[in-house]
């Protein structure tokens, strides 16, 4: 029987990170995997997502601003099989970028279902049917996450389709509903959107990515309106049908009034669920909560002393750079040392164009606690960079504490906003004021400038562009 000191059940990025910092750390590792190394994140989530996000957004400049750039070229049209293909060429360096990182570090890759025996013993269960049993002194599950289904709207990946399927269409859809204005409706809809699709947006919460700040939600609202989607918010999804050649989705807004949606396609995008069944976690006597999450304590460890468990299998944002850190923080505690992690400065970001981005407190959650805070705010169209590149829309706003002008929260929309919060980050982990920023170099012209600016603002309304 094959022995290690820490085996990892799941290769998406919370799990191959550990396995590598474990390694790094000297500890004898493996890793299970049922599928491709990588997990969702690289496989069927974040990189293919995101290829496909580059490809519809070249195309729609071609279409629409090429022009006013002095690039006159015949009407351009969309090879899809192309987009799908090149797209599926990215996943596949990459997870061959995983695979050499395995080897380079020496972990052993166990191909197949891991599941508990007991404590420290683990059961894979190959794609054959045969089984292996490997012993373990110390366990971290990073198995990730599902599409969430509705109960009346059960995915038949034809015509009512997650973002799996959604990846992998043959076909750019006439009329796309997606169910959900989170990340991952938001995402699709503007692929498809931008390749010519009506797309529709039905949202339960009051407005789109109802967990960032309010004035991000407004903001993206009103340019993705500009862009052609259709948005009904406040309104009740009570059910999907499958017709055949198309779908029809009936739903009640927040007046009682009865809606009817028909399209070809219809993307459930209502959030994901822990991927824990099927782990023999009762064979361990490992706890998990009413959503199926794995309970773990401050140093994300389970109940039973020598098995952690991280990212979408645990509480908090479902999010790769959240695993990852997580991931670290594991294997560096089994190593004696004392990480921490900062919850508050792990950054949230939409992939749309502009793209959403924010970090830290948002003004709504200031407002709850009775924080007395001052806003500091500056429009990317004030911004020689943007003017240049035609990316006109969004701002950045700072939130900072009203006495000390400590920076609570950073919350970006604009061209290169995914980016540009890494910049919040690092000010708020050293716990940086308003005043700081404003007080550093920002190069000119760059879209940075907005957070400057927007610091300026916030430190006496004295923003220079403004």
């Known amino acids: 029987m094959n022995s290690f000191d820490v085996t990892v059940i799941g290769a998406g990025p919370g799990g191959y990170v550990a396995a590598i910092r474990c390694a790094q750390l000297g500890f004898k590792t493996a890793i299970i995997e049922k599928s491709n190394l990588g997990g969702t994140c690289l496989n069927i989530g974040c990189i293919p997502s995101k290829a496909l996000l580059d490809s519809s957004e070249h195309y729609h400049n071609a279409v629409h601003n090429f022009t006013a750039h002095g690039i006159d070229i015949e009407a351009p049209k969309v090879n899809f099989g192309q987009m799908i293909q090149r797209k599926r060429e990215v996943v596949e360096t990459n997870v061959k970028g995983i695979e050499y990182l395995m080897g380079k570090n020496k972990i052993e890759v166990f191909n197949g279902l891991g599941s508990f025996k007991d404590a420290t013993h683990l059961i894979v269960t190959k794609e054959d049917g045969t089984t292996e049993e490997i012993e373990s002194k110390n366990i971290i599950i990073a198995t990730g996450s599902y599409s969430s289904e509705l109960p009346f709207a059960k995915t038949d990946k034809e015509r009512i389709i997650t973002s799996t399927e959604a990846l992998e269409l043959k076909e750019i859809p006439k009329h796309l509903i997606v169910i959900g204005g989170g990340v991952i409706g938001l995402e699709l809809g503007s692929v498809y959107l931008r390749l010519g699709s009506e797309v529709t947006v039905v949202e339960f919460m009051d407005r789109i990515i109802p967990g960032m700040d309010g004035a991000l939600s407004k903001e993206l609202t009103k340019v993705l309106k500009k862009q052609g989607m259709k948005f009904h918010t406040s309104t009740k999804v009570t059910e999907v049908t499958n017709n055949g050649n198309d779908v029809t989705v009936k739903a009640e807004n927040k007046r009682g009034e009865e809606l009817n949606f028909e399209g070809d396609y219809v993307l459930v995008a209502v959030g994901r669920s822990p991927y824990t069944e099927g782990l023999g976690l009762e064979n361990a006597g490992i706890e998990t909560d009413e959503r199926g999450r794995i309970k773990t304590n401050d140093h994300l460890q389970t109940n039973v002393s020598n098995v952690y468990a991280i990212g979408d299998a645990v509480a908090g944002a479902m999010l790769a750079h959240k695993a990852e850190e997580e991931g670290v923080l594991v294997a560096e505690q089994l190593a004696g040392q004392k990480p921490h992690i900062n919850y508050n ?39 020689g960079r943007a003017r240049a590149s035609m990316d006109l829309d969004g701002f950045a706003k700072i939130l900072a504490d009203e006495s000390t002008d400590e920076i609570l929260g950073i919350h970006i929309i604009g061209a290169r906003a995914a980016d540009l919060i890494a910049e919040a980050v690092v000010a708020m982990e050293y716990r940086a004021s308003a005043e700081d920023i404003s007080r550093m170099s920002h190069a000119h012209p760059t879209f940075a400038e907005a957070i400057k600016e927007a610091a300026l603002d916030a430190t006496g309304k004295r923003a220079i562009h403004s």
């Open 345 to 383: 400065l792990i950054p949230g970001v939409v992939y749309t164009w502009p793209e959403v981005a924010g970090v830290g407190q948002t003004e709504e959650q200031l407002k709850e606690a009775g924080v007395k805070y001052k806003v500091g705010s500056f429009p990317f169209r004030a911004l």
